[in-house]
């Protein structure tokens, strides 16, 4: 199973890497002046305080592009994002991105009584029901992957973690869910496979560890 994880990690991967190849230099000073209207939900360093917004601190830079780049496009429907990014150039959104990503993220803590089942997903996937290893993707310290924009999961909120296993879950099915995790679909295939209890005990691992 940790074989069949790391093969998809590393597919995966590859493909990101081509999708992010075009991807501008960003420039976190220029990017810090386009911040100010993303601060109120967000926060001003990018470590938003309600749990329903990502924390956007400390996100590896060709992730949070490319997500930035599929919400302009219409590829992620976000609706507190309508209109936010009309407009905005790719360098723009690499700028934005490069400021996010220089800034340090501030932690969460795990639900003591998720953490045996949030480890064992994290770390072993669900066999029985072919779901993947988060590690594969996301690393041992939920640190993701940088060069091929997986994204960063500790420190993150455990409910924004969690409503986006369940948009992939949904999306697996139904297009009105989360779609943008490419033609592998390794995001929707492995949200499918979880119950809601092992999203919340998952979510709740990552986002503690540092």
């Not at 220089?102 to 994290?122: F, I, M, N």
């Not at 640190?143 to 992939?168: E, R, T, W």
């Not at 009105?176 to 709740?204: C, P, Q």
Request: aromatic share 6%; glycine share 10%.
């Amino acid at each position: 199973m940790k074989k069949i994880a790391m093969i998809c990690g590393l597919l995966f991967g590859l493909s990101q890497l081509s999708q992010a190849a075009t991807m501008p230099k960003g420039d976190a000073d220029a990017g810090k002046q386009m911040t100010t209207a993303c601060s109120a939900c967000h926060g001003a360093d990018g470590n938003s305080a309600a749990p329903t917004f990502p924390k956007l601190a400390d996100q590896n830079a060709r992730y949070l592009f490319k997500q930035l780049q599929d919400i302009r496009d219409g590829a992620r429907p976000v609706p507190t994002m309508i209109g936010q990014l009309d407009g905005k150039s790719d360098q723009q959104l690499a700028d934005i991105a490069a400021y996010y990503a220089a800034q340090p993220r501030s932690g969460s803590q795990t639900d003591p009584e998720l953490l045996e089942l949030g480890e064992k997903v994290y770390r072993s996937g669900v066999a029985e029901r072919g779901v993947a290893a988060c590690t594969a993707c996301h690393s041992p310290r939920g640190k993701g992957n940088a060069p091929a924009g997986f994204p960063s999961l500790a420190g993150q909120h455990a409910d924004y973690i969690a409503s986006q296993l369940k948009m992939y879950r949904q999306g697996y099915e139904d297009e009105a869910g989360r779609t943008n995790d490419g033609d592998t679909r390794i995001m929707r295939t492995t949200a499918f496979g979880l119950s809601d209890k092992e999203i919340e005990a998952v979510a709740s691992y990552a986002a503690g560890l540092k």
